[in-house]
């Protein structure tokens, strides 16, 4: 039986407009959590269903999360005010998995970026963060913070790296050798970057983004094609990912 916890929020900041950055009391979860798993929240208003939004980073104490106004949960959650309390299920799901002494390199786009905080302070990484403007450039200095190797991209140049973060990471794929991938962000990104490690030979691990409903492997809303056979064939994002080897997923 998976947790849940009332939480007191006792950080919160509007990092651009509609992107907020929450931080939680929750000593239990948090020193549970690994990175790449998910947080199931309770968002309030009307909303019944919680929604899945990704653990950014941990202390011994406290849980971080970022997330978008996108519908009503989340312009819901970004109501609440330090000092609410907030119903959250967690940590869920199967993160990276990392290997010690490994050289990687991890790259997201948008808000696929929030979840590779942690991995990028708890591996040797060059980090590659895409954005589509300027404007949406988000926690670039956490991350310079986590990695001494951070490239920051704008798809419109107006920031950064002129173009898509796959662009720059194919870069310097031609000039590093590099032991794993590590990617979150959206679905045409996670293709490229799929194609890219499987040519590459480059073993690779991918975080997916499906709509959710229980959050817990029961209800099937978030199946994902796999390369399986039978039975296995479709999988619950929520209980068997989000992370998956790039190998293992049909994009
Ligand atoms: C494992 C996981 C981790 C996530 N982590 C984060 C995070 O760290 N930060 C963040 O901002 N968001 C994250 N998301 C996405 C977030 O869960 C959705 O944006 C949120 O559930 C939307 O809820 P809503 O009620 O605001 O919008 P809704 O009214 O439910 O939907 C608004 C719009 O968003 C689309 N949408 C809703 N859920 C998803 C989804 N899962 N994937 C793609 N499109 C969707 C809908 O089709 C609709 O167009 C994550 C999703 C998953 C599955
Ligand atoms: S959300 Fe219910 S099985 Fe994944």
Do not use: W
């Not at 929240?41 to 999360?65: A, E, H, M, V």
């Not at 302070?121 to 913070?145: I, N, Q």
């Not at 991209?153 to 720059?168: E, H, K, L, P, S």
Request: aromatic letters at 8%.
């Amino acid at each position: 039986m998976k947790k849940t916890y009332n939480c007191k929020l006792i950080r919160k900041e509007e990092l651009c407009p509609g992107i907020f950055d929450f931080e939680i009391e929750c000593p239990e979860m948090a020193q549970a959590a690994k990175t790449g798993q998910f947080l199931h929240i309770t968002c309030g208003g009307s909303t019944f269903l919680r929604r899945p939004i990704s653990i950014c980073d941990t202390t011994d104490t406290t849980l971080r999360f970022c997330f978008q106004v996108k519908g009503e949960g989340t312009k819901e959650l970004s109501l609440r005010e330090v000092g609410d309390m907030i119903d959250v299920m967690g940590p869920l799901g199967h993160g990276f998995e990392t290997v010690p002494g490994e050289k990687t390199v991890v790259i997201g786009g948008g808000i696929g970026t929030f979840p590779l905080l942690k991995l990028a302070r708890e591996t040797d990484s060059a980090v590659f963060l895409g954005f589509r403007t300027k404007e949406l450039v988000v926690m670039e200095d956490d991350f310079k913070a986590a990695s001494g190797n951070v490239t920051v991209c704008t798809d419109d140049g107006t920031y950064g790296y002129n173009g898509f973060a796959i662009a720059a990471m194919g870069e310097y794929l031609l000039e590093n050798k590099v032991d794993r991938i590590f990617c979150c962000g959206p679905t045409p990104m996670l293709k490229a970057v799929k194609q890219i490690a499987e040519y590459r030979d480059i073993p690779c691990q991918l975080s997916l983004e499906q709509r959710m409903g229980c959050g817990i492997g029961a209800c099937l809303t978030c199946v994902c094609e796999t390369k399986d056979e039978g039975m296995g064939k479709y999988k619950q994002v929520c209980s068997c990912g989000p992370v998956f080897d790039s190998k293992e997923v049909v994009l």
